[in-house]
Nanobody, 116 residues
């Protein structure tokens, strides 16, 4: 069983920065892709950023230019560096891994609150 554990959330003022971490219990190369999702209160979960096994990155329009997804292969950890945070970035941030052998794995989420 693969586990993903997010950390790094918290309360930050608008314009500030946070770095989220997603630590995997397996090699991150065992995933086709790893993603960060966000779920705001009373809204559906939405994709924020993706990093593929090959290292390509994709961003939602709202994240482009402000968020950066990256990984540390040795630590089996994926990061989401968020800057110029806005109130609308508030939500629970989840990490997802899509396994090469099939199946999706989700972390428990970490809360990000941006005060305006």
């Amino acid at each position: 069983q693969v586990h993903l554990v997010e950390s790094g959330g918290g309360l930050v003022q608008a314009g500030g920065s946070l770095r989220l971490s997603c630590a995997a219990s397996a090699s991150i190369f065992s995933f086709n892709a790893m993603d960060w999702y966000r779920q705001a209160p009373e809204k559906q979960r939405e994709l924020v950023a993706t990093i593929t096994r090959g290292g390509s990155t994709l961003y939602a329009g709202s994240a482009k230019g402000r968020f950066t997804i990256s990984r540390d292969n040795a630590k089996n950890t994926v990061y989401l560096q968020m800057s110029s945070l806005k109130a609308e970035d508030t939500g629970v941030y989840f990490c997802r891994g899509t396994a090469l052998q099939g199946g999706d794995y989700w972390g428990q989420g970490t809360q990000v609150t941006v005060s305006s």
